[in-house]
């Protein structure tokens, strides 16, 4: 099947470092990549949806200058994630599919733990 | 809009016994609607989708649902219960077939006890 690989799986870094988060679509054209976040033993939730070559979309109470989307190419995207601070510990997940297939499912990667110390 | 609703964050059965996790959605265009396992630290890994058709849908590890519109419910069973089953599953709701946004329900954890 579709494979999603995102990197790195854990980050744990200091307060005010930033960090990029990347998504990779293996094995097919990603036209469309989400974000989301899942807070502890929470459901997830979008942050922003990007198709490739345009800016992202972001959901309403995600920062976008917080939360920088790149989607340059149909098998990457990136979540940077901007002068971090403990409140943004939490695990980004982010999936890939495209929409040129037609009804083709969202395919997730494995997630990146981020802890801000 | 859509929502989902999973009654019961935390189901337990006993190794043997039949699982059922309830979904019930909530849309204003006719859904498509996804249910998906997530291992300790990892993504979400797809069990089983309805899109139109066939109202119950089978899917991977011997997991099926159905699609009951009368209802609005999705429900997820399993005959028999396998250790291996333990894991965090979520519902999800549609406009599209997946490729559009998805609206998850909060999540049922399934602990299955030898």
């Known amino acids: 099947g579709a494979v999603v690989s995102q990197h790195p799986s854990r980050v744990i870094c200091k307060s005010g470092t930033s960090v990029k988060i990347e998504c990779r679509s293996l094995?097919?054209?990603?036209?469309?990549m989400f974000w989301y976040r899942q807070f502890p033993k929470q459901s997830l939730m979008l942050m922003a949806t990007s198709n490739e070559g345009s800016k992202a979309t972001y959901e309403q109470g995600v920062e976008k200058d917080k939360f920088l989307i790149n989607h340059a190419s149909l098998t990457l995207s990136t979540l940077t994630v901007t002068s971090a601070h403990p409140e943004d510990s939490s695990f980004y997940i982010c999936s890939a599919s495209n929409r040129g297939l037609g009804n083709q499912p969202q395919h997730f990667g494995d997630g990146t733990r981020l802890s801000i110390l | 809009a859509q929502s989902v609703t999973q009654l019961g964050s935390h189901v337990s059965v006993s190794e043997g016994a039949l699982v059922l996790l309830r979904c019930n959605y909530s849309?204003?265009?006719?859904?498509?609607l996804f249910w998906y396992v997530q291992y300790p630290n990892q993504g979400l890994q797809l069990l089983l989708k309805?899109?139109?058709?066939?109202?119950l849908v089978k899917g991977i590890n011997g997991f099926e649902a159905e699609f009951k519109k009368s209802e609005t419910s999705f429900h997820l069973t399993k005959p028999s219960a396998h250790m291996s089953d333990a894991a965090e599953y979520f519902c999800a709701v549609s406009e599209g077939d997946g490729a559009n946004n998805l609206f998850f329900g909060t999540g049922t954890r399934l602990t299955v006890i030898p």
């Open positions: 309805y899109t139109t058709g066939a109202t």
């Open positions: 849309s204003s265009v006719p859904p498509y």
């Open positions: 094995d097919f054209q990603a036209t469309t």
